[in-house]
């Protein structure tokens, strides 16, 4: 019987607008798919690279081909510390590296859509936001040892930027609501999913970050397998179908108003 080499660790790097610069590792480790997810922005978008919620890495999609069976994520851990700031910048440790922050990332397979932007050719998604109804508490990876939401905030995970990632060595951090008090992680996360039996990291051949709160916030960086350096940048759009009928939307309701004026 001749034995098949593992395929090493993979990666994809993007670079965008506003110093956004991304990059997400695949490995087999112990039987299970380790993503790592990594913030390398060395300064945010806004005077003086000063930090802004466009600059928070967020979300992480990916396509796995020959489907997603048997693909389920099953932990989330701060590789970076975690920190806070406050609205004049300053900086506090919250927790060393090493942090299960599970109960805040949400991962889920299948289509990732936000009312009627959907982001095509990915079959996979982490985030540590909503997303505008993307993702939500049922898609949640797990709690951890301080119960369902560690943030704190008062909303339901995946909410807000809480334990989203920041660049992990710039210390620039804009008075901004989005930001200030919120708890960051300062550089990489890792995530760890099981998968079937034959799985290899040769079906990752595509991948997309995501910034801010929202689904294509400040536009999505995009790379392939084939394609390096990756460079593209994509603006999500709302489906034809959508467009269609909420114009018929508009022509109804215009339409009752003249009934009405009549």
């Keep these: 019987m001749v034995s098949v080499p593992a395929l090493a660790a993979i990666s994809f790097t993007a670079t965008g607008s506003g110093n956004r610069n991304a990059s997400a590792s695949f490995d087999i480790v112990s039987g299970k798919l380790q993503v790592t997810l990594t913030n390398n ?3 945010g978008s806004s005077t003086g690279g000063d930090w802004v919620p466009i600059d928070i890495l967020s979300g992480l999609f990916f396509n796995v081909s020959g489907g997603t069976s048997g693909i389920l994520a099953k932990d989330a851990t701060s590789t970076s510390r975690v920190s806070e700031f406050t609205t004049s910048g300053a900086e506090t440790t919250i927790y060393a590296p090493g942090r299960d922050i599970g109960s805040e990332w949400a ?3 299948g289509s990732i859509t936000s009312g009627s932007v959907t982001v095509a050719g990915v079959n996979v998604g982490l985030a540590s936001a909503g997303l505008g109804g993307a993702f939500g508490s049922g898609d949640v990876i797990g709690n951890d040892a ?3 939401d560690i943030q704190g905030i008062g909303g339901t995970p995946p909410d807000g930027l809480a334990y989203s ?7 620039n951090y804009d008075n901004n609501g989005g930001v200030a008090n919120r708890s960051l992680v300062k550089g990489t996360a890792t995530f760890l999913f099981d998968v079937p039996l034959g799985f290899t990291l040769s079906q990752i051949n595509y991948v997309v970050f995501n910034y801010g709160t929202a689904l294509g916030e400040g536009g999505l960086l995009t790379c392939d397998s084939t ?6 940048e994509i603006t999500l759009v709302p489906a034809p ?6 114009g018929l939307a508009l022509l109804s309701l215009a339409g009752l108003r003249r009934r009405a004026v009549r």
């Design 41 to 43: 922005a060395t300064a």
């Design 107 to 109: 991962a889920k397979t």
């Design 146 to 148: 301080d119960g369902a």
């Design 165 to 171: 990632i920041i660049g992990g060595s710039s210390s």
């Design 227 to 232: 394609t390096k350096p990756c460079t593209t």
């Design 241 to 246: 179908g959508s467009l269609a009928l909420a």
